[in-house]
């Protein structure tokens, strides 16, 4: 089978669904059999190829990612690869196309909390109810995002297939002094903190962990600083402006985005991870600090409890006293913290891309031939 992966959104973005591209083919890579040949779809703005093996050609395609025509456009360019499946990782499969059609679903955020988007992205993600209608197959990252897309979406339950993501399969506690001494040197982090790490966007509830921190150091007493590790997505200003107004500039860090290569320093490093989003489809941070034996607390929401089980603290988002105590015990009480470090462990064992990467391939086969 010549199936087609459109991996085009690793040069717009490596954060969230860029993350899945990479780790996907690189485990698709390691799984694939000879009958199987692949054709990874890239910006033609980007020179490298993301994957290097045999089986895997790079195809350079002129349509970008998130344009306004991006849909018709990449149909006339698809349609000439002589593909027999293309998978959509970010959802959006072309108008036209002469082959079997799979989206991956991450999450349906822009339809729970649609005062979230810019105008612009409202409407890149309104086609996900053409887009669903026009695929042969969905994967959805988590029994979560399945679940919404049934009830918001109405698609049918045997069109989608379950299969979870996994850590980076690279990433692994690294020795305290190493890892300081990385931080310190690249960052400038000196002190014990409290990490976050995701795109910087209304959604993950940054003025709530604002807020629940500005308690922490006042009622509590706690010196940590705090440690924002992520890009600035869409709606991005009130974070900055809750900083100033909370009188948190000297204990707030904010890293912009962060190579993937240096999160297990960060993580290593932390006393402590947090990630009180109001929604997300999956949750790969809280794994991947759970992967480096660090701590973790998330929200009680949406695909989060699917995905730390046991393993770490749940609080509820909008519960701004519950967060700061929820912080304060995973700092101090040292039972609880070698407790969530004990289970973070076994549970991040239980995910793992090279599995993800045979389910898929197994759904690549099924949609492939029938």
């Known amino acids: 089978m010549r199936i087609g992966i459109d991996a085009r959104l690793v040069f717009y973005s490596r954060a969230g669904i860029g993350q899945y591209i990479l ?22 703005k980007d020179r490298s190829p993301i994957v290097e093996a045999n089986g895997f050609l790079r195809k350079s395609l002129w349509t970008p990612s998130h344009n306004r025509f991006e849909q018709l456009l990449l149909g006339f360019e698809v349609s000439r690869l002589g593909l027999d499946l293309l998978h959509s990782p970010d ?3 072309p108008f036209r196309r002469n082959c079997k059609s799979i989206i991956t679903i991450h999450d349906l955020a822009f339809l729970l909390y649609p005062h979230f988007l810019t105008k612009e992205s409202a409407r890149y993600y309104g086609q996900i109810d053409q887009a669903w209608r026009q695929c042969d197959h969905i994967i959805a990252v988590s029994e979560a995002t399945k679940q919404d897309s049934i009830k918001m979406l109405g698609v049918p339950e045997q069109k989608i297939t379950v299969i979870h993501e996994a850590a980076n399969p690279a990433y692994h506690p690294l020795p305290k002094p190493e890892a300081w001494q990385h931080v310190k040197t690249k960052y400038g982090l000196e002190q014990e903190f409290i990490l976050f790490v ?38 991005w200003q009130e974070v900055y402006e809750t900083v100033e107004r909370l009188g948190l500039k000297k204990q707030v860090a904010f890293l912009g985005h962060v190579p993937s ?13 947090v990630h009180p989003a109001f929604y997300e489809g999956f949750g790969l941070p809280p794994l991947e600090a759970m992967t480096c034996g660090v701590p973790t607390i998330v929200s009680n929401t949406a695909a989060l409890p699917e995905v730390v089980g046991d393993a770490a603290l749940l609080i509820d988002p909008h519960d701004i006293d519950g967060l700061t105590v929820a912080l304060w015990r ?18 991040a064992k239980k995910f793992s891309w090279l599995r993800a990467a045979e389910e898929t391939l197994a759904v690549y086969h099924k949609v492939g031939n029938k």
């Open 198 to 235: 995701s795109t910087i966007e209304p959604r993950k509830n940054l003025p709530g962990l604002l807020q629940a921190y500005r308690r922490l150091r006042d009622e509590y007493k706690r010196p940590e600083l705090l440690v924002l590790a992520g890009a600035n997505g869409w709606l």
């Open 23 to 44: 780790r996907l083919l690189e485990a698709l890579s390691k799984i694939h059999s000879t009958d199987d040949s692949f054709m990874v779809l890239q910006s033609r």
């Open 261 to 273: 290569e240096d999160l297990p320093y960060l993580y290593s490093t932390a006393r402590l991870f």
């Open 330 to 347: 995973a700092l101090t009480e040292e039972e609880l913290r070698q407790d969530l470090i004990s289970k973070g462990f076994k549970r």
């Open 91 to 93: 959802f959006i499969p």
